[in-house]
């Protein structure tokens, strides 16, 4: 791992601390007009999401670390883990559900996702900004029910729940925002 000065701080650097790795979402370097200048950040933990806020002076090293994003697609699921193929070696990973959080309720078979990791380790994963799935079961939308803006629950293949307009039916395939979990658009 290389050792970084505050001063090369950017975002989207991921930076090991004693809390473990963090990704810079913001950072901000302030000159007061007494006192020496320092770096306010606000950090993503790679692993959790969650994000905390720390300042630096400006004369401190950080240590850096090296994240390696790979192209993968996912092929299938082995018990609790989830198997994906490298898209340029062609290795097969698997990875452990709780690597994945809540992308596994967007992932089907021959979808593409972006495996992040560090060292040998899997700390997470990238899926693309929607994902097309489809409904296994809804209920029927009822006939002259057409108030605007109604929604009901649907279960898509993978298990997850959604709420979807009325008109939806089951077999119909939708496309879902990965990043909130909530219904897009017919596709």
């Not at 950072?27 to 630096?56: D, W």
């Not at 697609?73 to 898209?87: A, E, N, V």
């Not at 898509?156 to 979807?164: C, I, K, R, S």
């Amino acid at each position: 791992m290389a050792a970084i000065s505050t001063s090369d701080i950017k975002n989207g650097i991921t930076i090991k601390i004693d809390e473990g790795l963090f990704t810079v979402i913001e950072f901000q370097h302030v000159k007061p007009g007494k006192g020496g200048a320092f770096m306010r950040t606000k950090l993503r933990n790679a692993r959790s999401g969650a994000v905390i806020e720390r300042t630096y002076r400006s004369d401190e090293r950080l240590e850096q670390a090296i994240i390696d994003k790979r192209d993968t697609q996912f092929l299938y699921r082995d018990g609790d883990d989830y198997i994906f193929m490298d898209q340029v070696t062609y290795d097969q990973v698997a990875v452990p559900s709780n690597s994945l959080g809540e992308a596994s309720n967007f992932l089907k078979e021959t979808g593409k996702a972006m495996l992040i990791q560090f060292n040998d380790e899997i700390i997470g994963i990238e899926l693309p900004a929607s994902v097309e799935l489809v409904i296994a079961e809804t209920e029927p939308g009822v006939q002259g029910d057409r108030v605007s803006g109604a929604r009901k629950s649907a279960t898509l293949e993978t298990g997850f729940v959604v709420q979807v307009p009325l008109f939806v039916g089951p077999g119909e395939s939708i496309k879902v925002d990965t990043r909130t979990g909530e219904y897009m658009t017919r596709a």
